[in-house]
């Protein structure tokens, strides 16, 4: 898998999400901020809290760490099934 298949892995999964129930086109710009996290990041706390960050600032609404860390966990697994796969 190439970086670009990760990256649409990884959007299609954050799109399905939709953390506030306000529809899966809502979270544009917030995906692309996490997708560039998921690039730095490489321990599943580490990007959940990033997860985090993004979204309360800009839904200004805290989502609880341990949703965040579920998340976080399917996308470095796309992470890491890429990088095997190279």
Not at 4 to 28: C, H, R, S, T
Not at 38 to 62: C, G, M, V
Request: glycine share 2%; hydrophobic share 45%.
């Amino acid at each position: 898998m190439d970086i670009k298949e990760m990256n649409l892995k990884l959007i299609a999964i954050l799109q399905e999400w939709d953390p506030f129930n306000v529809g899966e086109e809502a979270y544009d710009t917030e995906i692309v901020d996490v997708v560039q996290a998921i690039h730095n990041l490489h321990h599943p706390s580490d990007l959940a809290k990033r997860i985090q960050t993004i979204y309360e600032f800009s839904y200004e609404q805290w989502i609880p760490l341990q949703d965040c860390t579920k998340i976080s966990y399917k996308l470095l697994a796309v992470k890491m099934d890429a990088v095997c796969s190279l």
